[in-house]
Nanobody
Framework: QVQLVESGGGLVQAGGSLRLSCAAS????????MAWFRQAPGKEREFVAH????????YYADSVKGRFTISRDDAKGAMYLRMNSLKPEDTAVYYC????????????????WGQGTQVTVSS
């Protein structure tokens, strides 16, 4: 079992930055693919960013490419999402997730989820 806890969300003005953290406990996350998803009110949960278990490969949704950076520190049991140039449409609850080697952009492929952290971007 892996327990995930997100932090770092908050209220920020458009153009600002935030850094989200995902702290893992239980089993080591070094063998898991990790990802960030987000869900805005009235919308389905959507993929944001993915990082391979090895940490060497990352992938982003087109909507955040060039603005967001995903990273991980397996020694600390942590994953991060650096968000720059935030836009009002980035407003959502952000979730971190851990899954097997097949887990990529489909949220159904992930086994473990955090409780989410709210990000609100004002215009």
């Amino acid at each position: 079992q892996v327990q995930l806890v997100e932090s770092g969300g908050g209220l920020v003005q458009a153009g600002g930055s935030l850094r989200l953290s995902c702290a893992a406990s239980g089993r080591t996350i070094s063998s898991y693919n990790m990802a960030w998803f987000r869900q805005a009110p009235g919308k389905e949960r959507e993929f944001v960013a993915h990082i391979m278990w090895s940490g060497g490969s990352t992938y982003y949704a087109d909507s955040v490419k060039g603005r967001f950076t995903i990273s991980r520190d397996d020694a600390k049991g942590a994953m991060y999402l650096r968000m720059n140039s935030l836009k009002p449409e980035d407003t959502a609850v952000y979730y971190c997730a851990a899954g097997g080697s097949y887990a990529f952009t489909n949220n159904r492929d992930y086994d473990y989820w955090g409780q989410g952290t709210q990000v609100t971007v004002s215009s």
